[in-house]
């Protein structure tokens, strides 16, 4: 997987080199490059921003310095576009060098559907934009090229990623939570580790993988871990774990994830779906207050 990463502070990800995204690269199965947008820029003081055009507090990072960038990190040809100045998901663009097959809303449709392969995917973290889940991080673990922007100041010109969407490139924004960071090197970092630790032979152990938190369709908070002393300070390992018996050991960490994401994140017991649920499941879940006779959770 090739990754590039645009930021004024490419400094900031010298830090994907330790660990085991630095072994990844060892290994060759990633090659990271973090690139300066300040190289992209013309004047004497490399300046990326400007300010907001109807007024208002702070910079918005400039269109023209961002597209000199991505066209040639994307080997795209500069053109021109005609899209709606107020609609975003309907553009239907049309450009000078190369009628894009799709609209934005098919692309975008695409994009949910299909797993990211081939084609490169233009990610812009954003405060403002749908969060990034493990579902994003698994599709994205399939793609060949991932490209992230990061912004700064108040964000970046929004005709960006609607014009790079008209090109047919699959662009995407993420939140990684519901609060206001710097910039977007940060949530870029969240991202990358989030995709990269699924790449085939990027973890030691891939079953630690299948069964962690988020996983799969029917995803729940995974259940608590011990380790040995099974006494320690007075705090006990709960006997079963020391029984040897696996189906037990099963259920019960089944049992407590089940109660763990009840009481934290009922949200995700509203979305399982109860034709994937087992008897003991069903019990279970009915005993913490659920009815499960429909296609999904509902709480009594
Ligand atoms: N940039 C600033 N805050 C952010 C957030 N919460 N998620 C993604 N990008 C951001």
């Known amino acids: 997987m090739k990754i590039d990463i645009v930021s004024v502070f490419p400094e900031y990800f010298e830090v994907l080199n330790l660990s085991l995204l630095g072994k990844a690269q060892e290994k060759g199965l990633v090659e990271v490059t973090a690139h300066n947008l300040r190289d992209w820029t013309h004047d004497v003081h490399h300046s990326v921003d400007d300010t907001p055009v109807g007024g208002g507090a702070g910079m918005v990072m400039k269109p023209e310095v961002w597209s000199e960038c991505l066209d040639e990190l994307l080997h795209l040809e500069p053109t021109t576009v005609t899209c709606d100045s107020t609609a975003d998901a309907d553009d239907t663009a049309s450009a000078d060098a190369a009628e894009p097959a799709e609209s934005a809303t098919e692309i975008a449709a695409n994009a949910d559907t299909v797993p990211a392969t081939d084609r490169p995917v233009l990610i812009f973290p954003n405060p403002s934009a749908p969060l990034f889940t493990q579902q994003d991080a698994t599709e994205l673990s399939h793609a060949d090229h991932l490209l992230f922007g990061c912004g700064r100041y108040e964000g970046y010109d929004a005709r960006i990623p609607r014009y790079y969407r008209a090109q047919g ?26 995709i990269t630790r699924l790449l085939p032979g990027f973890m030691g152990n891939a079953a630690s993988i299948v069964e962690e938190s988020y996983t799969g369709e029917n995803a729940l908070l995974e259940h608590r871990q011990y380790t040995k002393p099974a006494d320690w300070r007075g ?36 979305a399982l779906d109860c034709s994937k649920l087992d008897k003991a499941d069903r019990k279970t879940l009915m005993a913490l207050g659920w009815e499960v006779s429909g296609a999904h959770p509902r709480q009594r």
Not at 169 to 194: C, F, H, K, Q, T
Not at 243 to 269: C, Q
């Open 235 to 270: 705090i006990k390992v709960p006997d079963v774990l020391l029984s040897g018996d696996h189906a037990k050991v099963d259920r019960f960490r089944r049992d407590e994830a089940l109660a763990k994401t009840n009481e934290l994140r009922p949200d995700l017991i509203e």
């Open 169 to 194: 490139v699959d662009v995407r924004e993420y939140s990684i939570g519901d609060y206001v960071l710097n910039g977007g090197e940060v949530a870029v970092s969240v991202m990358l580790e989030a």
